[in-house]
């Protein structure tokens, strides 16, 4: 007769789950654009060196607000999941741009920009197209719940093919398509309108931008996506 196997201790049983778990969360297709010590996958906009404003600090990117101008990762994206947290100082402003061309005069010529805001302190949260998880000055979001200011949010790009989302707090809150009739008819009654570059790009950079106030990036990981 065959020895019956013991019983593995519940406490075991539990880390080996926990194990599983983790490394089948691990193996999801995600990749870290910022591992909370090196800025080694970013760049300056408008040459390699990384302006004196942004800094690495408590495992997260900071601008502190003296200058440098916008960053960007020095791999082009085009279809793509983007994770990221980020948090601002009060009346603070910032943006995640995306599929940006190198070499204009400004990152926001070529790519739409999610919104980063203090909603209730910044003139640009008084205009729901331009108030944090915008698709800035397009798409406003609809049913958003943001964070206190210094408290960390967490936002979500989905870019496929022309199709964009914005998430917020793990709740989508713009869907678009770029170059749609919808999305024409915006961009054509727009600041955009002579930009010639502007959403054109099937794939990009993907930027952090300096505005001048204090702001916070961590848990950045983007998913490449089939195209």
Not at 18 to 30: I, M, Q, R, S
Not at 66 to 86: H, P, R, V
Not at 146 to 164: A, F, H, S, T
Not at 215 to 222: D, G, M, Q, T
Request: hydrophobic share 35%; glycine share 12%; aromatic share 12%.
């Amino acid at each position: 007769m065959k020895n019956k196997p013991r019983d593995l201790p519940v406490a075991l049983l539990f880390s080996l789950l926990l194990f599983c778990g983790n490394t089948l969360t691990a193996d999801d297709g995600f990749k870290s654009l910022f591992d909370g010590k090196s800025l080694e996958n970013w760049r300056g906009y408008f040459n390699e060196k990384i302006g004196k404003g942004w800094k690495v600090v408590d495992d997260a990117i900071m601008f502190d607000g003296s200058g440098g101008g916008d960053i960007a990762t020095k791999n082009e994206y085009g279809n793509f999941i983007l994770q990221f947290e980020w948090k601002v100082e009060e009346g603070a402003n910032s943006g995640v741009l995306y599929r940006v061309s190198l070499g204009d005069n400004a990152p926001y010529l070529s790519g739409p920009e999610y919104q980063i805001l203090d909603d209730a302190k910044h003139r640009d949260g008084k205009n729901p197209k331009t108030s944090a998880g915008s698709l800035y000055a397009l798409y406003q979001p609809a049913g958003k719940e943001l964070m206190k200011v210094g408290e960390w949010n967490r936002g979500k790009i989905v870019l496929d093919g022309p199709r964009v989302e914005h998430w917020v707090n793990g709740k989508k809150v713009v869907s678009a398509e770029i170059g749609g009739e919808d999305w024409v008819a915006k961009v054509g009654k727009s600041k955009f309108a002579s930009w010639k570059k502007f959403g054109k790009n099937s794939a990009g950079h993907i930027v952090l931008q300096d505005h001048g106030d204090k702001v916070w990036y961590r848990n950045i990981e983007i998913k490449v996506l089939k195209k």
